[in-house]
């Protein structure tokens, strides 16, 4: 089992910044990988980011790449997701995302979530 525990998160104007943090507890392993996905209002949940856990490895979603970056501190356990030039469609439910290394983009443990709001 994983659990992850997301902060951060809030309103912002576009073109503003955010940041995202997500504790990991539990079972992470050289081959997890970590990441983050969000829901828009309506829609389904998609992937946003994820990094391998043991390697800086990293995916992004189309939509995000350039504007967002994904990191870690294994040492703490953290991953972070930090959103630069964030636009109106952003707006969304962010979950921190945990696989046991076999797929970038299902997941097997997801957190809570954290609202990003992006409006002027």
């Known amino acids: 089992q994983v659990q992850l525990v997301e902060s951060g998160g809030g309103s912002v104007q576009p073109g503003g910044s955010l940041s995202l943090s997500c504790q990991a507890s539990?079972?992470?392993?050289?081959?997890?990988?970590l990441g983050w996905a969000r829901q828009k209002p309506g829609q389904a949940r998609e992937f946003v980011a994820a990094?391998?856990?043991?390697?800086?490895?990293?995916r992004y979603a189309d939509s995000v790449k350039g504007r967002f970056t994904i990191s870690k501190d294994t040492a703490k356990n953290m991953v972070y997701l930090q959103m630069n030039n964030l636009k109106p469609e952003d707006t969304a439910i962010y979950s921190c995302t945990a696989s046991d290394g076999s797929n970038w983009y299902e997941p097997d443990y997801w957190g809570q979530g954290t609202h990003v709001t992006v409006s002027s």
């Open positions: 990094i391998r856990w043991s390697f800086w490895t990293t």
């Open positions: 539990g079972r992470i392993t050289s081959q997890s990988i």
